[in-house]
């Protein structure tokens, strides 16, 4: 019942600190807005969107019912045990309880499904890690130390001189040389695939997360990190030949050869910037001397197809953080996680109608999706 005129005014509602919320608020609608670009649903036509890259990555050929990037792959899980130290590095809570269930993915680059395991140049691991209260954490991690360009424009560039020239089977030497010379950053990329050895197993393959984002402490601290998981099984290189005269699911066999002896370990090391380090930029390393930080071990257990193990249906956006880890201005983070939700969507309803992309009888082996 509202007041009579002669009554006085009710007393006014408390003040509310509506400064912080606004900030927090203004911080929610900025990385919105910074998604909604990357995914083209606002800004003007004509620029690259990330239903026009994943339109680029198929080339007019995709493989209903697989992923568009890194196609081929095996689930896997296990747990995550943080080490002492984890704990002061972010409050994270997968630092603060004694251990956390995973469930991954390991897989090669490429977006043929059916393509030869041992002849990818990169390898990658995925993992989703779920704590007691219900915050999930996933990463999305690759065998080379940084990116090979800048900015999503770069990636596409690159996309497109790599394409094979029809007449020859090879790239274009001039488009990739017009590339190199818009984005140099990429000629170390170059220099790297050319040069590291390759691994010879998932098992004993470093994984990196090349972009940066920010652990928070318990006291509202931060600082830019990059971590990685560096295995305990010992680095073999891969010789030339038994990349060449492999079966096709190699790594695969490889993998399970050796879980059926116990289980895998991979040490998750953070790698702390310094003042003037580049956080937005993941083709640029930083320094080998900046401080390392063992937070804890990684270790796999199991492996199963991917058909039919709990990996198929996840989408590995490396944008989904817990409490304690931060994202950063990077603008390939949210590049990725556009275009990783348009590849799901598109996959997940060609799969509703039963539109799966089948191996050729010459590649040999039946692929996992």
């Given at each position: 019942?509202?007041p009579?005129?002669?009554?006085?005014?009710p007393?006014?509602?408390?003040?509310?600190?509506?400064g912080p919320?606004?900030?927090?608020?203004?911080?929610?609608?900025?990385?919105?807005?910074?998604?909604a670009?990357?995914?083209?649903?606002i800004?003007?036509?004509?620029?690259?969107?990330?239903?026009?890259?994943?339109?680029?990555?198929?080339?007019?050929?995709p493989?209903?019912?697989?992923?568009?990037a890194?196609?081929?792959?095996?689930?896997?899980?296990?747990?995550?045990?943080?080490?002492?130290?984890?704990?002061?590095?972010?409050?994270?809570?997968?630092?603060?309880?004694?251990?956390?269930?995973?469930?991954?993915?390991?897989?090669?680059?490429?977006?043929?499904?059916?393509?030869a395991e041992?002849?990818?140049?990169?390898?990658?691991?995925?993992?989703?890690?779920?704590?007691?209260?219900g915050?999930?954490?996933?990463?999305?991690?690759?065998?080379?130390?940084?990116?090979?360009?800048?900015?999503?424009a770069?990636?596409?560039?690159?996309?497109?001189?790599?394409?094979?020239?029809?007449?020859?089977?090879?790239?274009?030497?001039?488009?990739?040389?017009a590339?190199?010379?818009?984005?140099?950053e990429?000629?170390?990329?170059?220099?790297?695939?050319?040069?590291?050895?390759?691994?010879s197993?998932?098992?004993?393959?470093?994984?990196?997360?090349?972009?940066?984002?920010?652990?928070?402490?318990?006291?509202?601290?931060s600082?830019f990190?990059r971590?990685?998981?560096?295995?305990?099984?010992?680095?073999?290189?891969?010789a030339?030949?038994?990349r060449?005269?492999?079966?096709?699911?190699?790594?695969q066999?490889?993998?399970?050869?050796?879980?059926?002896?116990?289980?895998?370990?991979?040490?998750?090391?953070?790698?702390?910037?310094?003042?003037?380090?580049?956080?937005?930029?993941?083709?640029?390393?930083?320094?080998?001397s900046?401080?390392?930080?063992?937070?804890?071990?990684?270790?796999?257990?199991?492996?199963?197809?991917?058909?039919?193990?709990?990996?198929?249906?996840?989408?590995?956006?490396?944008?989904?953080?817990?409490?304690?880890?931060?994202?950063?201005?990077?603008?390939?983070?949210?590049?990725?996680?556009?275009?990783?939700?348009?590849?799901?969507?598109?996959?997940?309803?060609e799969?509703?109608?039963?539109?799966?992309?089948?191996p050729a009888?010459?590649?040999?082996?039946?692929?996992?999706?």
């Amino acid at each position: 019942m509202p007041p009579l005129p002669d009554d006085p005014s009710p007393p006014s509602p408390p003040s509310r600190p509506w400064g912080p919320w606004a900030a927090i608020a203004g911080l929610v609608l900025g990385l919105s807005l910074a998604f909604a670009w990357v995914a083209g649903w606002i800004g003007p036509a004509g620029r690259l969107t990330a239903p026009r890259l994943v339109d680029d990555i198929e080339n007019g050929k995709p493989f209903p019912g697989f992923r568009r990037a890194h196609s081929r792959g095996v689930c896997v899980a296990g747990y995550f045990e943080p080490s002492a130290e984890a704990a002061t590095l972010s409050r994270a809570r997968v630092f603060r309880q004694p251990r956390t269930p995973v469930q991954g993915r390991l897989s090669i680059g490429g977006g043929d499904p059916f393509g030869a395991e041992a002849q990818a140049r990169v390898r990658s691991l995925a993992l989703s890690l779920r704590t007691d209260d219900g915050q999930e954490w996933r990463m999305a991690m690759n065998s080379f130390p940084f990116f090979a360009v800048a900015t999503p424009a770069g990636f596409h560039a690159q996309l497109l001189a790599s394409r094979p020239d029809p007449a020859t089977g090879k790239p274009d030497p001039a488009k990739m040389a017009a590339f190199l010379e818009r984005y140099p950053e990429a000629a170390r990329f170059q220099a790297w695939a050319k040069s590291a050895p390759w691994s010879s197993s998932w098992a004993n393959t470093e994984y990196n997360g090349v972009n940066a984002f920010r652990f928070i402490d318990a006291q509202g601290r931060s600082r830019f990190v990059r971590w990685s998981m560096q295995p305990q099984a010992a680095f073999e290189a891969l010789a030339a030949t038994t990349r060449q005269d492999a079966e096709a699911d190699y790594l695969q066999r490889e993998l399970a050869q050796r879980l059926a002896q116990g289980p895998l370990r991979w040490d998750l090391v953070v790698t702390e910037a310094a003042a003037g380090d580049p956080v937005d930029d993941p083709s640029q390393p930083w320094p080998a001397s900046r401080p390392t930080h063992v937070a804890g071990t990684l270790v796999l257990e199991r492996s199963e197809p991917q058909a039919t193990g709990a990996c198929r249906d996840v989408n590995y956006d490396p944008t989904v953080v817990p409490d304690g880890v931060a994202l950063s201005d990077d603008p390939i983070l949210a590049a990725r996680a556009a275009a990783y939700s348009i590849s799901f969507n598109r996959r997940e309803r060609e799969t509703a109608r039963g539109d799966i992309a089948r191996p050729a009888p010459t590649h040999g082996t039946e692929a996992t999706r």
